[in-house]
């Protein structure tokens, strides 16, 4: 199996910025995934990083360190609707899309 | 989003019974995926499916079976319900084993 290691909670205040890490260990490594999980609700692709560097999407970015088998994810202009779990998953190349899930990440923000 | 539905959305059933739980997608996506997610340990894979009738087992098989007979249907099958199975099931598809896999809404399992 895979070894994917993320914070198990943090939480920040309304408009404050947060870094979720994510370290993993894998052969073939072929791309990793970020996706946000409201309670009670099915998880919604957030970001894919494959190569070296930072993805910008909005108030989102998430980068990626292949040498370092490192991601963050980074949360700008905390909203209280961004409180909720965040996996990260990594997908191996020789595994037909196979996604690997770090246990989660519940991000509380505070107003 | 991705037209992914699943049924029954919630289920109660008894020790040592059968259940089967759909997963329909209007997508036309070759890659479709049975997930359980449980408290500590985050989304495990169950079985896939890499096309009709082409499927795999994934992290955590055991008690669990699956059929794909067309593109658009993947059944996940209990064959006789332990209380360790109740969980939260979740079906994904993806376009190829490259693309982004997207997340049906999810089926509560409870086993007494």
């Known amino acids: 199996g895979q070894n994917i290691d993320q914070p198990t909670e943090m939480t920040a205040t309304e408009g404050a910025i947060v870094q979720i890490n994510c370290t993993y260990q894998?052969?073939?490594?072929?791309?990793l995934f970020w996706y946000q999980q409201h309670a009670g609700e099915a998880p919604t692709f957030l970001s894919y990083?494959?190569?070296?560097g930072l993805e910008e999407k909005g108030r989102f970015s998430s980068f990626l360190s292949r040498s370092k088998g490192y991601s963050y994810l980074l949360l700008k202009e905390l909203q209280m609707k961004d409180s909720a779990s965040y996996l990260c998953?990594?997908?191996?190349?020789?595994?037909?899309?196979?996604?690997?899930f770090g246990r989660g990440t519940q991000l509380t923000v505070w107003p | 989003d991705a037209g992914i539905t699943q049924s029954p959305r919630h289920k109660v059933t008894e020790t040592g019974t059968p259940v089967t739980l759909r997963c329909h997608q209007t997508e036309n996506h070759r890659y479709m995926y049975w997930y359980r997610q449980d408290p500590g340990h985050g989304l495990r894979l169950i079985h896939y499916s890499y096309g009709v009738k082409d499927t795999d087992k994934g992290e955590v098989s055991d008690g669990y079976s699956v059929s794909r007979s067309k593109t658009e249907d993947f059944l996940l099958t209990l064959e006789s319900a332990t209380s360790s199975q109740t969980s939260v099931y979740f079906c994904?598809?993806?376009?190829?084993?490259?693309?982004?896999?997207?997340f049906g809404p999810g089926t509560r399992l409870l086993v007494l």
């Open positions: 990083n494959v190569l070296d």
């Open positions: 894998t052969s073939g490594f072929n791309g």
């Open positions: 998953a990594v997908r191996e190349g020789s595994t037909l899309g196979r996604l690997y």
């Open positions: 994904a598809i993806s376009e190829s084993g490259e693309e982004t896999q997207y």
